[in-house]
């Protein structure tokens, strides 16, 4: 099966190279550190155990540092490398771990060559991938290598364990080279096991999401967005954050009617799109809306103060934004997305507000509503009435500072009751990464 595999893979590749191609020309994203990509990563010296982090993108990255912060911590020891997919992922990440990690680099192509090249160069102790990231090849030379491999903030889905329910046979071997798999929750913990991973090698160790905090970094950002936005509760600001295509339009929508109904202190808006290939088509739609509006990414001007719509047309910044939210809209969740991480705006207690589908975070969700700590919409028959309601939702909210309070301080406590994903996932690493020199 794994010959078929690489086959369907490479096949993969041939058909994606026009794309790699032109990507080389444009400087996008596709081709971004490509030679890294290939195993050509720096060499290191072997004289210290090296533990390998793998995470994706953003949210991966922002969800490992409590724990990576922790591992530098109690086993100083250890030299930690991570890698990304994505190249926003990539960015983020030399901020994020620029003091933690020795080598911040991109994760190979998945074929059995450029995995052992780049395994030869690490040479990792331990190889740490977050939520489930099931590369086939990369798990197996992995585990020939006698490096210990663990999945960390383990997260499988019910669309995802259909899908690899379909190949159970080749799955199950798969899964037989992992040393731990530390679940999210009791149900991706189920289904982990369901396609044949041992149960002895499985944890219910709750989500390092919960354990986010701001560091001094963002906290500054916080205040130089305050000042150069000057954004104060006069103007409640509403954050949209990490939207799809046509949330922008939806909430640009819902935004123009509640600005409209506002007597008194009228509301701001900040747009934080998801995907960074969009800034310019959303600062489009919000030049042709007719709001005076600003992206974050151009120079300091008068037009800051003024605007009524804010792009934040930047990477790794949104979270230093939500502490100067009066009302959070976690995108990607009124279409069938799945959600964005409801996380961050929680930490910062905010009011969260979200659309129906949520199912990428369907524990979470669940439980901060029961605690009533989010507004979750209902699903709309005809999507383009998600504005109608997302009006009637802020309106609402920015009438009733007790009711943003009280969602925010629920939502803040759903997170503190939550915290230590962080340390009980260390708990069962530390017996991977061996003993402390």
């Known amino acids: 099966m794994f010959p078929l595999y690489s086959f369907l893979y490479t096949a993969a590749f041939i058909l994606l190279s026009p794309r790699f191609i032109f990507d080389a020309f444009v400087g996008g994203k596709y081709v971004s550190g490509f030679w890294q990509r290939m195993g050509f990563v720096p060499r290191l010296d072997h004289s210290r155990k090296t533990v390998w982090l793998h995470c994706v993108s953003v949210g991966e990255v922002n969800a490992a540092r409590p724990l990576a912060l922790l591992i530098k911590e109690r086993r100083p020891d250890l030299r930690l490398v991570v890698s990304t997919t994505t190249k926003t ?23 059995q060559s450029t995995v052992r090249r780049a395994l030869d160069r690490i040479s990792p102790k331990a190889v740490l991938l977050t939520e489930t990231e099931l590369w086939f090849n990369f798990i197996r030379e992995t585990s020939k290598s006698k490096a210990r491999i663990a999945i960390i903030n383990g997260r499988l889905s019910e669309r995802s364990f259909k899908r690899y329910g379909y190949i159970t046979r080749f799955i199950r071997r798969v899964l037989g080279y992992l040393d731990l798999a530390a679940m999210q929750d009791k149900a991706d913990a189920t289904r982990i096991m369901s396609l044949g991973l041992r149960a002895s090698k499985v944890r219910v160790t709750g989500n390092l999401k919960f ?57 701001r808006l900040m747009i934080a799109p998801r995907h ?59 279409i069938k997305h799945g959600g964005q991480s409801i996380f961050e705006p929680a930490a910062a207690g905010k009011a969260i507000v979200t659309g129906p589908h949520t ?41 009733d500072p007790f009711r943003r309070k009280f969602l925010g301080e629920n939502a803040a406590a759903a997170m503190a009751v939550n915290r230590g994903a962080a340390e009980h996932t260390l708990e069962y690493l530390l017996p991977l990464f061996g003993p402390q020199k």
């Open 89 to 111: 992922g990539q960015k983020h990440a030399k901020d994020v771990f620029a003091e933690i990690a020795d080598l911040v680099f991109y994760f190979p192509f998945d074929w």
């Open 211 to 267: 354990d986010h905090s701001l560091d001094s970094g963002e906290t500054k950002l916080t205040e130089e967005f305050r000042t150069r936005f000057a954004i104060t509760p006069d103007a409640p600001l509403i954050v949209a954050a990490s939207t799809h295509s046509p949330e922008e339009e939806w909430v640009l929508e819902a935004f123009k009617t509640v600005w409209k109904s506002s007597a008194v202190n009228l509301p």
């Open 276 to 334: 960074p290939e969009r800034f310019d088509e959303v600062a489009e739609l919000v030049r042709s809306s007719g709001f005076a509006w600003v992206r974050r990414t151009e120079l300091p001007s008068t037009r800051d103060a003024a605007a009524e719509v804010i792009i934040l047309d930047s990477i790794g910044e949104l979270r230093a934004a939500y502490p100067l939210a009066e009302i959070v809209f976690v995108g990607g969740s009124l």
């Open 359 to 399: 199912d990428n975070f369907k524990g979470a969700v669940e439980e901060f509503t029961a605690r009533e700590a989010l507004v979750q919409l209902a699903q709309q028959k005809d999507g383009s009435r998600y504005s109608d309601a997302l009006a009637a939702e802020f309106t609402s909210l920015l009438k």
